[in-house]
């Protein structure tokens, strides 16, 4: 039996990027898709647009790991086009807000687009339209209008440890 | 009420162990369905590694359950996430509620104020009534493996409330129902219990007081009526039973009675004449006569004799199934008995040419003490037996000594001839009242027929048991052992000589004594008169009992011999008449009493009508005189 101890906060520190490939991995567990966005196969397919911040952390992480009943694939591109199918796209650091504002626009352009999108601590990701955006200390923002508008069902939970979250369209 | 209590006891106790033990399964379930809930609603912040809403959840899923002592959350790496500790959340509400929320929310301040921090388990529940504790862990997994696991604690006061309620159930129920049943016992008592004790009692006085006209009168319409109605046709049943067993015992007793009179005067009737045909016969043998009257006279006296033999054999039947039968205990002298038994046959075993051996064993003693007439009966019976069945060859009586010890002695008589023996189908039958071993052996042989059977039972009322081997052609022996008293030495009575044969030397008496006869049979009438005269006595006669108490007013006698049976007046009636009526020295003559009834008790009879001695008829003619010579000197 592993006995805790009292100094709770020395955990093992995790890897900053261990830590949001894991949060991305809840995030999946806890938002729905439509039935119809899965058409070709059964996986659920994560695009890293950018330079990609994880390595093979993500890969060896989501390797015979389920959402669902669906297994991971992942897909790494530098376009939003190459990413077509992804199920949720994380948007890296790097980019500027304006290229990041023509990134949502063109994701969410079609209507039935379906994708989750996630930004890695982008400034005004969630005002711009964006779903979910990741904040230091593990904390995270989410903009429930958007998910709405991507057909997305976002689960209460979610909502609850959310520490800001944006109901309403922006514009 | 002891039942009532038990059974009260038992479904109460019953009834709290059974709900007891649902409740502690109820409470067990709930609090993993609390932490099932926990788990569920913390598996994302867990996730996310948001330790401050689970926290929050945490506290505010718990605040309100005071049961709960402590709670926890482990992660996947089975660190403390979460927890909640009541003690810890206690102190706080001391301090202010600001306070409160951001100590509720403070994991480590919580930890540091808890009574217990939990370790680690996946899975585990422990029940402790004792320690007054339930420990619970619960895990919620995804389908890649377990999020989360969720620890409580929670103490059992409410189960001890539970347990505390039972306690004052138990009392109360079982004290109200002891009250209840004590309440309707006393009435049921008297309409249930009661009745039924009277009936208890009713019964008993019946068993003690044979009176079954008793009758329990309690008109009821229920089982105990019902009981009672049972009860009381009972008793009419054995009533009438009763009555018809008495009934039939005094029919059965009088025929019984009946045949015992017929019987012991029968003997009588049948006796007094044989008595007339002895006597005269006898004195007919003092006669001159010619050769072949001699020859006729024997051949008559043979036959008196045999006919008084069949007369004592029917009346011994008779004594043995009244019961009446008593045995004497005198000295017995073995040999001399054998001996002389053999002796009276040894006309007819020399005419036939059989061989008589005595043969008693050495250990054997030479006196035992016993019934003598009847033990001689019983051989006289088998050696006659054995005589009339052998037509050659020899009789063997053999005596030894079976066992002997505390005074008593046990002698085996075997009687064993070779004679024509007897088949074995009719072994069982040979011992019964008149039969014979066929029809025809009467014919051919003679006899009543009861001579075996006579001889079983006086063994078997001795104690002991006649036994039977025989084989056809061959001889039969014919056994059986009886237990005497030893002889000691004192027992001895020291031979007497008779006054008869003092007597027989007839010296005629100086003083002519005269003797009154009271006789109704003609018959004996004269025989007595001639013996009386023979023996130079004065003699008168009268017919019955009237015409002697006549006769003794007119004159003088010195002896009366009075027969029992007369018609008028009989004996009994006369002598008392005698002993109480008339003057001295009438009133104390001598009386002796003639009687042909050889029954038990006739003697007594006899000396309580007030008679001196008594004779039995028929008499042997010296016997008379030896008690006719007493009475009158």
């Given at each position: 039996?592993?006995?805790?101890?009292?100094?709770?906060?020395?955990?093992?520190?995790?890897?900053?990027?261990?830590?949001?490939?894991?949060?991305?991995?809840?995030?999946?567990?806890?938002?729905?898709?439509?039935s119809?966005?899965?058409?070709?196969?059964?996986?659920?397919?994560?695009?890293?647009?950018?330079?990609?911040?994880?390595?093979?952390v993500?890969?060896?992480?989501?390797?015979?790991?389920?959402?669902?009943?669906?297994?991971?694939?992942?897909?790494?591109?530098?376009?939003?086009?190459?990413?077509?199918?992804?199920?949720?796209?994380?948007?890296?650091?790097?980019?500027?807000?304006?290229?990041?504002?023509?990134?949502?626009?063109?994701?969410?352009?079609?209507?039935?687009?379906?994708?989750?999108?996630?930004?890695?601590?982008?400034?005004?990701?969630?005002?711009?339209?964006?779903?979910?955006?990741?904040?230091?200390?593990?904390?995270?923002?989410?903009?429930?209008?958007?998910?709405?508008?991507?057909?997305?069902?976002?689960?209460?939970?979610?909502?609850?440890?959310?520490?800001?979250?944006?109901?309403?369209?922006?514009? | 009420?002891?039942?009532?209590?038990?059974?009260?006891?038992?479904?109460?106790?019953?009834?709290?162990?059974?709900?007891?033990?649902?409740?502690?399964?109820?409470?067990?379930?709930?609090?993993?369905?609390?932490?099932?809930?926990?788990?569920?609603?913390?598996?994302?912040?867990?996730e996310?590694?948001?330790?401050?809403p689970?926290?929050?959840?945490?506290?505010?899923?718990?605040?309100?359950?005071?049961?709960?002592?402590?709670?926890?959350?482990?992660?996947?790496?089975?660190?403390?996430?979460?927890?909640?500790?009541?003690?810890?959340?206690?102190?706080?509400?001391?301090?202010?509620?600001?306070?409160?929320?951001?100590?509720?929310?403070?994991k480590?301040w919580?930890?540091?104020?808890?009574?217990?921090?939990?370790?680690?388990?996946?899975?585990?529940?422990?029940?402790?009534?004792?320690?007054?504790?339930?420990?619970?862990?619960?895990?919620?997994?995804?389908?890649n493996?377990?999020?989360?696991?969720?620890?409580?604690?929670?103490?059992?006061?409410?189960?001890?409330?539970?347990?505390?309620?039972?306690?004052?159930?138990?009392?109360?129920?079982?004290?109200?129902?002891?009250?209840?049943?004590?309440?309707?016992?006393?009435?049921?008592?008297?309409?249930?219990?009661?009745?039924?004790?009277?009936?208890?009692?009713?019964?008993?006085?019946?068993?003690?007081?044979?009176?079954?006209?008793?009758?329990?009168?309690d008109k009821?319409?229920?089982?105990?009526?019902?009981?009672?109605?049972?009860?009381?046709?009972?008793?009419?049943?054995?009533?009438?039973?009763?009555?018809?067993?008495?009934?039939?015992?005094?029919?059965?007793?009088?025929?019984?009675?009946?045949?015992?009179?017929?019987?012991?005067?029968?003997?009588h009737?049948?006796?007094?004449?044989?008595?007339?045909?002895?006597?005269?016969?006898?004195?007919?043998?003092?006669?001159?006569?010619?050769?072949?009257?001699?020859?006729?006279?024997?051949?008559?006296?043979?036959?008196?004799?045999?006919?008084?033999?069949?007369?004592?054999?029917?009346?011994?039947?008779?004594?043995?199934?009244?019961?009446?039968?008593?045995?004497?205990?005198?000295?017995?002298?073995?040999?001399?008995?054998?001996?002389?038994?053999?002796?009276?046959?040894?006309?007819?075993?020399?005419?036939?040419g059989?061989?008589?051996?005595?043969?008693?064993?050495?250990?054997?003693?030479?006196?035992?003490?016993?019934?003598?007439?009847?033990?001689?009966?019983?051989?006289?019976?088998?050696?006659?037996?054995?005589?009339?069945?052998?037509?050659?060859?020899?009789?063997?009586?053999?005596?030894?000594?079976?066992?002997?010890?505390?005074?008593?002695?046990?002698?085996?008589?075997?009687?064993?001839?070779?004679?024509?023996?007897?088949?074995?189908?009719?072994?069982?039958?040979?011992?019964?009242?008149?039969?014979?071993?066929?029809?025809?052996?009467?014919?051919?042989f003679?006899?009543?027929?009861?001579?075996?059977s006579?001889?079983?039972?006086?063994?078997?009322?001795?104690?002991?048991?006649?036994?039977?081997?025989?084989?056809?052609n061959?001889?039969?022996?014919?056994?059986?052992?009886?237990?005497?008293?030893?002889?000691?030495e004192?027992?001895?009575?020291?031979?007497?000589?008779?006054?008869?044969?003092?007597?027989?030397?007839?010296?005629?008496?100086?003083?002519?004594?005269?003797?009154?006869?009271?006789?109704?049979?003609?018959?004996?009438?004269?025989?007595?008169?001639?013996l009386?005269?023979?023996?130079?006595?004065?003699?008168?006669?009268?017919?019955?009992?009237?015409?002697?108490?006549?006769?003794?007013?007119?004159?003088?006698?010195?002896?009366?011999?009075?027969?029992?049976?007369?018609?008028?007046?009989?004996?009994?009636?006369?002598?008392?008449?005698?002993?109480?009526?008339?003057?001295?020295?009438?009133?104390?003559?001598?009386?002796?009493?003639?009687?042909?009834?050889a029954?038990?008790?006739?003697?007594?009879?006899?000396?309580?009508?007030?008679?001196?001695?008594?004779?039995?008829?028929?008499?042997?003619?010296?016997?008379?005189?030896?008690?006719?010579?007493?009475?009158?000197?």
């Amino acid at each position: 039996m592993f006995i805790t101890l009292f100094q709770v906060d020395t955990y093992a520190q995790f890897d900053e990027y261990e830590r949001k490939a894991g949060m991305i991995n809840t995030f999946a567990k806890f938002v729905n898709w439509p039935s119809q966005a899965f058409k070709e196969d059964n996986s659920l397919v994560l695009g890293i647009l950018g330079d990609d911040p994880f390595g093979d952390v993500i890969d060896n992480m989501f390797r015979n790991r389920y959402v669902k009943g669906r297994v991971w694939k992942i897909k790494r591109a530098q376009t939003i086009k190459e990413l077509k199918g992804s199920h949720i796209v994380f948007i890296s650091k790097g980019f500027t807000s304006s290229q990041v504002k023509s990134f949502l626009e063109e994701i969410y352009d079609r209507n039935n687009s379906f994708v989750l999108t996630i930004g890695d601590n982008i400034p005004n990701f969630c005002k711009n339209g964006g779903i979910i955006n990741l904040t230091p200390n593990g904390l995270y923002t989410l903009n429930l209008y958007s998910a709405n508008t991507a057909q997305l069902t976002i689960d209460v939970k979610l909502l609850n440890l959310a520490s800001d979250i944006i109901p309403y369209d922006p514009d | 009420m002891f039942v009532s209590l038990i059974a009260s006891s038992f479904s109460t106790i019953l009834f709290c162990a059974y709900d007891f033990d649902q409740y502690k399964q109820k409470y067990i379930d709930d609090t993993k369905q609390l932490a099932k809930i926990i788990g569920d609603n913390n598996d994302a912040s867990v996730e996310l590694q948001q330790y401050i809403p689970a926290q929050r959840n945490l506290s505010e899923l718990l605040a309100d359950n005071t049961q709960i002592t402590t709670g926890a959350i482990f992660d996947k790496e089975q660190r403390l996430f979460a927890f909640y500790s009541l003690k810890a959340i206690s102190l706080a509400k001391k301090d202010s509620i600001l306070n409160l929320k951001n100590l509720t929310l403070d994991k480590d301040w919580q930890l540091s104020h808890a009574n217990t921090i939990p370790s680690y388990s996946q899975n585990d529940t422990n029940f402790s009534l004792i320690e007054n504790i339930l420990q619970i862990y619960v895990s919620t997994f995804d389908e890649n493996g377990r999020i989360n696991t969720v620890y409580l604690e929670a103490d059992l006061n409410t189960i001890w409330d539970r347990l505390t309620t039972y306690l004052i159930m138990f009392t109360i129920i079982v004290s109200s129902v002891l009250l209840f049943v004590a309440m309707l016992s006393v009435p049921l008592q008297s309409s249930i219990s009661k009745p039924i004790l009277d009936l208890e009692k009713t019964a008993h006085i019946i068993s003690k007081k044979k009176d079954y006209s008793i009758r329990i009168n309690d008109k009821r319409e229920d089982e105990i009526g019902l009981l009672i109605d049972a009860f009381n046709e009972m008793l009419s049943k054995i009533e009438l039973q009763n009555e018809s067993l008495i009934h039939a015992k005094e029919v059965a007793e009088s025929s019984a009675k009946a045949k015992q009179d017929f019987l012991a005067n029968m003997s009588h009737e049948i006796r007094t004449p044989i008595n007339g045909v002895m006597g005269m016969a006898e004195l007919l043998n003092d006669t001159l006569l010619n050769d072949e009257q001699y020859h006729l006279l024997k051949v008559l006296r043979g036959s008196a004799d045999h006919l008084l033999v069949v007369i004592n054999d029917i009346l011994d039947i008779s004594k043995i199934e009244s019961g009446k039968l008593e045995f004497e205990k005198k000295e017995i002298q073995v040999y001399d008995t054998l001996s002389s038994i053999i002796e009276t046959h040894k006309v007819e075993t020399d005419k036939k040419g059989l061989n008589t051996i005595l043969d008693i064993a050495k250990d054997v003693p030479k006196y035992v003490i016993g019934d003598p007439v009847r033990l001689k009966q019983i051989l006289i019976n088998l050696y006659s037996n054995a005589v009339k069945f052998t037509f050659n060859g020899s009789i063997i009586i053999a005596v030894v000594k079976v066992e002997n010890n505390q005074n008593k002695l046990t002698l085996r008589f075997s009687v064993k001839d070779s004679g024509i023996g007897i088949e074995k189908e009719k072994l069982g039958s040979i011992f019964d009242s008149f039969t014979q071993a066929s029809n025809e052996t009467t014919r051919k042989f003679g006899g009543t027929g009861l001579g075996l059977s006579i001889s079983k039972q006086l063994v078997e009322l001795q104690g002991g048991k006649l036994h039977l081997e025989s084989t056809p052609n061959l001889g039969s022996t014919f056994y059986f052992e009886i237990t005497f008293d030893e002889f000691i030495e004192k027992n001895l009575t020291p031979p007497q000589i008779t006054k008869a044969k003092k007597t027989s030397t007839i010296k005629p008496t100086s003083i002519t004594k005269s003797i009154l006869l009271v006789e109704d049979n003609e018959v004996n009438q004269m025989l007595v008169l001639r013996l009386l005269k023979k023996w130079g006595y004065k003699s008168d006669v009268a017919d019955n009992g009237l015409i002697a108490l006549k006769k003794l007013k007119e004159h003088k006698y010195d002896l009366i011999l009075m027969d029992v049976h007369m018609p008028e007046m009989d004996g009994y009636t006369a002598t008392k008449k005698i002993r109480t009526e008339f003057e001295e020295p009438l009133k104390s003559i001598p009386i002796i009493a003639m009687t042909a009834s050889a029954l038990k008790g006739e003697f007594e009879r006899c000396k309580e009508a007030g008679m001196n001695d008594y004779i039995s008829k028929p008499f042997k003619k010296d016997n008379l005189e030896e008690k006719v010579r007493s009475h009158t000197n």
